[in-house]
Structure formats: structure tokens, C-alpha cells
């Protein structure tokens, strides 16, 4: 599993290299930020699953920090990000916003369709869109917060329960071998 996972991450002298991460070397090359086991790894995922639902950009970077003050392997962090993508950023908010909007006690129906153009003039749309989208602020937030933690305690128990079915496996496997050899 490790080796698996090994081929895909970056390694020391990428990052040592690289000029514009070369100022933050000392940080990002700590070894426990690079080292791959099964706390390193379950942390990993749950900060790479809880930044993934930061809007834009800002994931990697929140990722890398999460990573910092965790000490946890950062390179599987920011690669665990991705799962939000243009294609399951809109699905994900919406049901970012399901969440938050019951959790507020707004109910399964609280969204309000976006208004129209219709005959309003461009200027009365603008507003009214900004009026819909601030609507939209409280429960979507609450529901990011809601769900990123979700995910990340689900992914971070599951890597935790995979990676010990996998050390029992291979301690049984281990077991047979050598009582077969005996």
C-alpha cells in the first residue's frame, strides 16, 4: 500500500528544488510532513477532505497549513483536495446548503430559486442576484463547515479501518507462510 502510494506522491528534492517553494523548504521539508504510515496517512485524508470544500484556489494552501500544524503527510493532503472539481463543486454545495439549511431548522425546501431577468431592467436584476446569493450565506456556510467535517471523520476513521484490515491480512498472510514453510 505504501509503495502504491509512494509512486504517485512527490518526493524531498521536487519540493528542494522547486524556486518558489525553495523559501519555505525548512517548513515543507520537515519529515513527518513526508513520511508515510497510517496516522500520517489517515490524518492526511481527513485535512485533504476538509479543505477540499474551501472555495477556489484556497485549498492547497489550507491543505499545506492543516498539514503544518498537524504534521501530517502533506503531499497526499493537497492531492485528496481534487475530489471537489468543476464537475462535483455545484452537487457538493447543494448539498452543502441542504445540510445547513436543516440544520438551522429551515427545512428541506428552503431554497429559493434565483430571480429572473424577466422585465426587470439589468441594474434591479444585479440587485435582486445579490440579494438571492446573500440569502444563500448562512446555511451554505453552516453546511460547508457541517460536511467538510463529516467527510474528513469519515475519511479519516476509514483510512484508520482499512489500513488495519490490511496489517491483519498481512499478518495472517505472514502467519501461513511461515507455518507452511515450518
Request: proline share 7%; with cysteine.
Amino acid at each position: 500500500m505504501r509503495k502504491t502510494i509512494k509512486r504517485f506522491l512527490p518526493n524531498h528534492e521536487s519540493v528542494h528544488n522547486n524556486r518558489w517553494l525553495r523559501p519555505f523548504a525548512d517548513t515543507l521539508l520537515h519529515p513527518r510532513l513526508w513520511h508515510l504510515n497510517r496516522h500520517s496517512v489517515a490524518g492526511a485524508i481527513a485535512v485533504g477532505l476538509f479543505c477540499g470544500l474551501i472555495p477556489g484556489p484556497f485549498q492547497a494552501l489550507a491543505a499545506a497549513a492543516g498539514c503544518v500544524l498537524f504534521r501530517v503527510n502533506l503531499p497526499l493532503a493537497v492531492v485528496t483536495t481534487l475530489y471537489s472539481n468543476p464537475l462535483t463543486i455545484v452537487p457538493l454545495y447543494v448539498l452543502a446548503y441542504e445540510v445547513g439549511s436543516r440544520a438551522l431548522g429551515l427545512g428541506p425546501n428552503g431554497f429559493i430559486k434565483p430571480p429572473e431577468l424577466g422585465d426587470l431592467g439589468l441594474s434591479e436584476w444585479m440587485g435582486s442576484m445579490v440579494d438571492w446569493m446573500l440569502g444563500l450565506g448562512k446555511p451554505l456556510a453552516l453546511g460547508l463547515v457541517l460536511l467538510a467535517a463529516f467527510f474528513s471523520l469519515v475519511g479519516y476513521v476509514g483510512v484508520k479501518a482499512a489500513w488495519r484490515v490490511w496489517l491483519v491480512r498481512t499478518w495472517h498472510g505472514r502467519r501461513a507462510r511461515r507455518s507452511a514453510g515450518s
